[in-house]
């Protein structure tokens, strides 16, 4: 197919502008190697304006950023989980760490991250759970937002070297998937709401597993009707199976969420340029004919 010589620098330009200012609006560290290592990822923004800060609501020393052993070394994973937890004991029965999206309220956004969960260790042998979760925009600095959508990770008694996909609608709800991941294995996760606040508010997700297994669709469902206006925020969790005792809790597992290459994206000012792109190709071509 032969081209007139302008077209693609068009279209090109509004690609190139949209990647551009996508990239702008994240706002994230793909893979956390700008940040500080042997540090924790809450506090490490502490003072920086509130866009640019991790929050957490747990006050405890549950999150931690640097290499770790046999994860793609010697890149910076964040971690939250029993394997930073020393002292003082977590003293939350699901701990989470947030950022907020440089637009919040959106009607549409994607999330992407790469993560591991380590098996447990005989130390500390209780396994717990993990989750991802679409958030609003939260209404003070350490409060977080109310939960449209999520994907949790939970440990079943069937198989003791997996973890259950589920994912959980606006009202809390949870709904097994029938997917399932593996302890120590690294997954590229991808996950969308589209059109909060319409008519048709729709929640999917796909997971990518390292090695030869092919990218899975694990979630593709209508959220509730009466979901919130857009997303603000997205969130990671740490929920404990072992709470006995009270808090400080001492039965914390030991298993752990690793991730990197975090970003949550595009806003929708992205699509409206890869749109007047589209639309600049179109009239191009009708004023040629």
């Keep these: 197919m032969k081209s007139n010589?302008?077209?693609?620098?068009?279209?090109?330009?509004?690609?190139?502008?949209?990647?551009?200012?996508?990239?702008?609006?994240?706002?994230?560290?793909?893979?956390?190697?700008?940040?500080?290592?042997?540090?924790?990822?809450?506090?490490?923004?502490?003072?920086?304006?509130?866009?640019?800060?991790?929050?957490?609501?747990?006050?405890?020393?549950?999150?931690?950023l640097g290499p770790i052993d046999g994860y793609r070394d010697p890149s910076n994973w964040a971690l939250l989980g029993g394997l930073a937890v020393t002292t003082p004991k977590p003293y939350e029965v699901t701990a989470s760490l947030w950022r907020n999206f440089t637009l919040?309220?959106?009607?549409?956004?994607?999330?992407?991250?790469?993560?591991?969960?380590?098996?447990?260790?005989?130390?500390?042998?209780?396994?717990?759970?993990?989750?991802?979760?679409?958030?609003?925009?939260?209404p003070t600095e350490s409060v977080p937002g109310t939960a449209i959508a999520g994907i949790s990770f939970k440990p079943t008694n069937v198989d003791t070297g997996k973890l259950d996909i589920y994912w959980?609608?606006?009202?809390?709800?949870?709904?097994?998937?029938?997917?399932?991941?593996?302890?120590?294995?690294?997954?590229?996760?991808?996950?969308?709401?589209?059109?909060?606040?319409?008519?048709?508010?729709?929640?999917?997700?796909?997971?990518?597993?390292?090695?030869?297994?092919?990218?899975?669709?694990?979630?593709?469902?209508?959220?509730?009707?009466?979901?919130?206006?857009?997303?603000?925020?997205?969130?990671?969790?740490w929920t404990l199976s072992d709470t006995s005792g009270g808090a400080p809790y001492a039965n914390y597992g030991s298993n752990s969420i690793l991730f990197q290459n975090y970003s949550a994206i595009p806003e929708p000012s992205t699509w409206v340029l890869f749109g007047v792109g589209a639309g600049a190709l179109a009239l191009v071509r009708r004023r040629k004919k």
Excluded at 40 to 49: D, I, N, V
Excluded at 117 to 127: D, K, L, M, N
Excluded at 210 to 227: F, M, Q, R
């Design 104 to 138: 919040p309220d959106a009607s549409f956004a994607q999330f992407n991250v790469d993560f591991a969960i380590t098996a447990p260790t005989v130390g500390h042998p209780a396994r717990d759970s993990f989750a991802w979760t679409f958030r609003t925009n939260s």
């Design 5 to 64: 010589g302008f077209h693609i620098p068009v279209l090109a330009a509004s690609v190139a502008l949209a990647l551009s200012l996508s990239s702008a609006h994240a706002q994230y560290s793909p893979n956390f190697d700008t940040f500080d290592p042997y540090f924790t990822l809450s506090g490490q923004l502490a003072g920086a304006p509130v866009a640019e800060q991790w929050q957490t609501n747990d006050i405890s020393q549950s999150d931690y």
């Design 168 to 237: 959980t609608n606006f009202n809390g709800d949870e709904t097994l998937t029938g997917w399932s991941v593996g302890y120590g294995a690294i997954y590229s996760l991808q996950a969308n709401v589209f059109d909060l606040g319409g008519a048709s508010p729709y929640f999917t997700a796909t997971l990518d597993p390292s090695g030869p297994d092919p990218k899975e669709t694990i979630i593709s469902t209508a959220l509730n009707v009466s979901t919130p206006s857009g997303v603000g925020e997205v969130a990671v969790s």
